[in-house]
């Protein structure tokens, strides 16, 4: 580590919500197999996955039950050994139905390349290509929370050269602790994943960027990566939202993201630190993404903690395994406290971007009465991207879309500062949200 | 007194050597514009809303004025007698195009509907669509937030906070379809208008299957065909788990209406109906639903 440097951070903007991180020093415990899982076929960002299997058709854990169509998809594999129940539509996240397969879990039988053993294998023997094809059949995808393929990101397009990977560990959420137990727990398996993606960038430099909060993440990486030629570890201030892909690579180079523009511009990839070891996990030991360290917290939740779950595990399942869902729950969010959605239903099944489930008190989650804009400016002062949110919700409110986009709409990172820090009140972000979706849908 | 003639005569000179310059101009940049234009603007209802298809009624005006046919060109706020005065000026043919008004195709008031969690976000149904399924297990039905209200320029729909469910005053509604556009559902259909205002139509456009559907809520339609049986007049379609009544086909005979066996259809404006008396009607409805569940368990 470089201690004697000062901590950097990106410049515009950003916001310190109180961290809450109640489940950082309780260990990854495995969750036991449910009696039966729901897996959605639209875990990603891209086109929804087709099943490959029908009803009543016998799967093992790791076989492969839904194929991705098309360049930007991943493939989605059973997470459980047992019996196809069902292929129909139910509900997603949202409550809207989507496609999904229901298998009933009989024993926990796996697929026989599967090395289940937990020894770490440190050489990486497949050549770039073999590695590419491998991460695409393992169905990886991005697991911070927007979920896109892993491989479209591996592959750089022809004319442009990336000159170092950056691993995101900040997770700046509050309550959310799954990447710090897996810097922890899975630390030197992650560096073989870092390894494996550098080869396949071709690549010689690694930056993992960390938040300060983390400390003990911070010395254990360290202390590993220099085992590891080319990885250094940088501790980076705390401030929201700096996981953020263009948030992390200005705190971590310095270099802006311009508009529209994609990190391998200035010259870096951004993978999370998860998606590391998934990697880890397919290419050397067969293993597609079938689980995922999911944080169960919050304040009134009797015992948070982090669970390793298998994909499509329902919400009310890790609840109950949490100790119940207590009386007083007003919310139940998946993903973070700033960025998740809140569920309608608890039936609803873990999918492969879900990184926590926060249980929170009635009295937390209401709303206080919307009053008119007071046109302070904090939204623009922490909006990270350097938009005008309060510009923004009133274009959108009147219709204005083509002054929208001029407004740069689409660079909104929803990442929901400007509601957080409005003294009105004001649901900004809700709107912007909107705006984004009307805009899309003109250009 | 001779400063006071100089500042006369000076200003009076600069105004007409003003005036001079700007009559040039006009001349000289003279757009020249169809007379039956103003004529034809001056003949439609000024309300700029768009119903037309057109940002404003000028240029709706001007779209008559110079489109070969009138076929395609339909103002639903003067409707089919401004239409005529239009035909006349431009001595162009029009078809005869039937008045229609708007309708709510969802009847999931509070007590059909059970509500299963609650939204506190952003006041706006279509903020509500994109989020999430609503406040009720049903993808379709309305959300109650007010966002047919408040783009009506004509104040022809109402929130009834009893129901949770939007109202037209079909003496107000125009049809300009501003109403059927904000919806985010699209449960809000422009039908053709009957005497005395009537309506029969499928108040839900649910297209689960019925057993589903009933769960969501108690007069969503099943898709049970009864309805497109018992039509005469071939105006029920029947897709998708869902019924569909064609208003241009419709002849308000309301058989469907007493054969639905969850009240989906709706007939409104209607006299009472003189053969049941309200009891009776309660107990043939309770027979129907009852003799529907055992229909659906089998």
């Known amino acids: 580590m470089r201690r004697n440097q000062a901590l950097t951070t990106y410049k515009k903007g950003g916001i310190h919500p109180a961290e809450y991180k109640l489940t950082d020093k309780s260990p990854v415990q495995i969750l036991p197999l449910p009696e039966k899982v729901t897996i959605l076929l639209s875990q990603h960002i891209g086109v929804p996955a087709i099943p490959v299997v029908s009803k009543g058709d016998t799967v093992k854990v790791g076989q492969l039950i839904a194929q991705g169509k098309g360049f930007v998809s991943a493939n989605i594999h059973s997470s459980v050994s047992g019996k196809v129940v069902k292929i129909d539509s139910l509900p997603d996240l949202t409550g809207y139905k989507k496609s999904a397969i229901v298998i009933e879990v009989e024993g926990d039988d796996w697929e026989e390349n599967i090395i289940q053993s937990t020894d770490l294998l440190k050489d990486i023997t497949l050549s770039k290509d073999e590695i590419l094809e491998k991460i695409r059949e393992s169905g990886i995808v991005g697991l911070g929370g927007a979920a896109f393929p892993s491989h479209v990101k591996l592959i750089l397009p022809r004319d442009k050269k990336a000159e170092a990977l950056i691993i995101n560990g900040v997770e700046c959420e509050p309550y959310l602790t799954s990447d710090h137990r897996l810097m922890l727990e899975y630390g030197e398996e992650m560096m073989v994943g870092i390894r494996i993606l550098m080869k396949v960038l071709n690549v010689r430099k690694a930056m993992i960027g960390i938040e300060n909060n983390k400390a003990d993440a911070i010395y254990h990486l360290t202390d590993i990566a220099s085992k590891f030629p080319g990885i250094e570890v940088y501790p980076l201030k705390v401030k929201y939202p700096q996981g953020s892909e263009k948030q992390l690579i200005e705190a971590l180079t310095g270099r802006e993201v311009p508009s529209r523009k994609l990190p391998v511009d200035v010259g870096v990839i951004v993978h999370n630190i998860s998606t590391a070891y998934a990697v880890y996990e397919a290419v050397q030991k067969n293993k597609p993404l079938i689980n995922r360290i999911v944080t169960v917290s919050g304040k009134s939740l009797k015992k948070p903690s982090n669970f390793v779950v298998r994909i499509g595990t329902s919400v009310r399942f890790l609840i109950e395994a949490a100790g119940g869902l207590p009386e007083n729950t007003g919310k139940v969010i998946s993903g973070g406290l700033m960025m998740g959605k809140a569920l309608n239903s608890l039936d609803v099944p873990v999918i492969k971007g879900m990184s926590g489930i926060l249980v929170i008190p009635e009295d937390e989650t209401k709303r206080k009465p919307i009053e008119p804009c007071i046109r302070c400016s904090k939204c623009v002062t922490v909006c990270p991207m350097g938009l005008e949110p309060y510009l923004l919700m009133s274009l959108t409110q009147n219709g204005n879309f083509y002054r929208l986009e001029k407004e740069m709409v689409l660079d909104c990172l929803e990442c929901g500062s400007c509601s957080y820090i409005c003294p009105a009140n004001r649901p900004l972000l809700d709107y912007i949200r909107l705006g984004k979706t009307d805009v899309k849908k003109i250009i | ?298």
């Open chain 2, 1 to 298: 007194m001779s400063s006071i003639l100089i500042i006369i005569l000076s200003l009076c000179s600069i105004g007409i050597v003003a005036a001079i310059i700007l009559y040039l101009f006009a001349q000289k940049f003279k757009v020249p514009e169809d007379p039956i234009i103003h004529d034809v603007e001056d003949a439609l209802p000024a309300a700029n809303c768009g119903g037309c298809g057109y940002p404003s009624c000028k240029i709706f005006a001007e779209a008559c004025v110079n489109s070969d046919s009138l076929d395609d060109l339909y103002c639903p706020v003067g409707g089919q007698e401004t239409m005529d005065i239009v035909a006349n000026l431009l001595g162009k043919e029009v078809k005869q195009t039937d008045p229609r008004v708007a309708v709510i195709r969802c009847s999931g008031s509070f007590e059909n509907r059970p509500r299963t969690n609650h939204y506190d976000g952003a006041s706006s149904c279509a903020v509500a669509s994109a989020l999430y399924v609503g406040d009720t297990d049903c993808p379709v039905g309305c959300l109650s937030m007010d966002d047919c209200v408040e783009v009506c320029e004509f104040e022809a729909i109402y929130m009834n906070r009893k129901t949770g469910l939007p109202v037209v005053i079909d003496e107000k509604c125009t049809a300009c379809g501003a109403c059927v556009e904000a919806c985010p559902r699209d449960i809000i259909e422009l039908r053709k208008q009957n005497k005395k205002d009537r309506h029969i139509f499928v108040s839900c456009i649910n297209k689960e299957k019925g057993g589903i559907a009933r769960k969501y809520c108690s007069v969503a339609c099943i898709g049970c065909t009864k309805c497109f049986k018992v039509c005469e007049f071939e105006a029920i379609t029947m897709g998708n788990n869902l019924a569909f009544i064609d208003s241009d086909m419709c002849a308000l005979c309301r058989r469907c209406v007493t054969e639905c066996p969850t009240n989906a259809i709706l007939e409104i404006n209607f006299p009472p109906r003189r053969t049941k008396t309200d009891e009776e009607k309660k107990t043939a409805s309770d027979k129907i639903s009852e003799k529907v569940k055992t229909d659906i368990k089998e």
